[in-house]
Each structure stands twice: as structure tokens, then as C-alpha cells.
């Protein structure tokens, strides 16, 4: 390791440090410009750093929202919206068996577009955080040919009667009595019973 004769630093530090130590050979105003110079370029390179990083985090998220927008995403929001209301109607209808259609016209609007930007801010995020930009660009080139047109008018209709078919099938297996079987089995199998001998004079053991 070199140490500089005239300062006394490390062979790494002589560059910055040699002329601020020695300063006899330097004027003072010379070196002060120097000390300048040298801290504005720094300071311009990570203001063009954190630029170009807050551009391109801009520009990723415009693409994701396209993306969303061309593959038909963005549509089935809406679905997620009706998901978000319909256990808080269906409380409703419970606790007030009649309600004129105007109450479910407004119900209906109360989630807001403001309510639906912080939902789709959250999932550009997610889209953001699992997919490179380059992906997003190539999906959004795929989503916007000819061929996924007709897939995505279709999607919502295909979307809606798969998951009342999924409904359908998830009542028809819990009710079914080979299903209800298998549970007992089960049951038997790791001595649920003795593991929780409380619930042998339970209510609903005595019924």
C-alpha cells in the first residue's frame, strides 16, 4: 500500500485529499473550484440516477394498466367489486326482507372510483413486483392481436357460469352422504373424539 510523501494518505485518498492538505503549489481559489466541481458532479449523477429510476418505475406501471386494459383484466374488476358487496347485501336482505330496487341502484354505486383506484393501484403493484417490464411489454404485443378479441368478450360470460358451475359442485359434494362418510371415517381414524372429549356433551352431539 502506497502512502503519498507530501500528506501523509493512502495511495486511494492521494487524488482529493494530497490537495487539500498540501495546497502550496495550488492557489486557494483554484482548489476551492476544484472541491466545487467535483461535488456538483456527484450531486448531478444521482439526480439523473433517481430520474431515470422514478421515468422507468413510471413507465412500468403505464404498461401494466395497459396490459390490464388489452387482456381484459381490467374488466373483471368489476366482478371483484360485486364480490365485495354481495355478503354485506345478502346481510341486509336478512335484516330488512323488503328493499325497493332504488336502494340496491345505489347500493351498488356506493364503492366509488376512488374506492376502485386504490384496488387497482394494489394490483399494479403485484404486477409490478412478479414481472419484468420487458414481460409486460411482450404480453401486451400478445394480448393485442386479432386472436384474444373473441377471448376477451367471452371471458366474462366464461368467468361468471365457471364459478355458479364451482358453487354448484362445492353445496352438491359437501351434501352428498359418501363425502359426509369419508369425514367420519376420517374422524374415526385420528381419534378426534378422545382428542377432544369436551365436545362429547356438547349440544349438537346430544341432538
Not at 62 to 77: A, T
Not at 190 to 196: G, H, I, P, T, V
Request: with cysteine; aromatic share 12%; hydrophobic share 40%.
Amino acid at each position: 500500500m502506497n502512502v503519498c510523501e507530501k500528506c501523509g494518505t493512502i495511495e486511494i485518498y492521494q487524488t482529493f485529499f494530497c490537495y487539500q492538505i498540501i495546497g502550496i503549489k495550488m492557489k486557494q481559489p483554484l482548489k476551492q473550484s476544484l472541491i466545487f466541481m467535483i461535488f456538483f458532479i456527484f450531486i448531478a449523477f444521482f439526480q439523473v440516477s433517481a430520474f431515470a429510476d422514478t421515468t422507468s418505475s413510471l413507465e412500468k406501471k403505464r404498461d401494466i394498466r395497459k396490459l390490464l386494459e388489452v387482456s381484459g383484466i381490467l374488466e373483471q374488476m368489476d366482478y371483484i367489486k360485486d364480490g365485495a358487496t354481495d355478503s354485506y347485501s345478502r346481510m341486509i336482505s336478512l335484516t330488512y326482507p323488503k328493499i325497493p330496487d332504488k336502494f340496491w341502484n345505489e347500493f351498488n354505486k356506493l364503492p366509488g372510483q376512488e374506492d376502485m383506484r386504490v384496488l387497482m393501484d394494489r394490483v399494479v403493484l403485484v404486477y409490478s413486483k412478479h414481472m419484468s417490464h420487458d414481460a409486460i411489454k411482450q404480453l401486451i404485443k400478445m394480448f393485442s392481436t386479432p386472436f384474444w378479441e373473441e377471448w376477451k368478450k367471452k371471458m366474462p360470460s366464461i368467468s361468471k357460469e365457471a364459478g355458479l358451475i364451482g358453487s354448484e359442485w362445492t353445496q352438491e359434494l359437501l351434501q352428498s352422504e359418501l363425502f359426509k362418510q369419508k369425514v367420519d371415517k376420517l374422524v374415526k381414524k385420528y381419534d378426534l373424539e378422545k382428542l377432544n372429549p369436551s365436545l362429547k356433551n356438547s349440544p349438537s352431539k346430544e341432538k
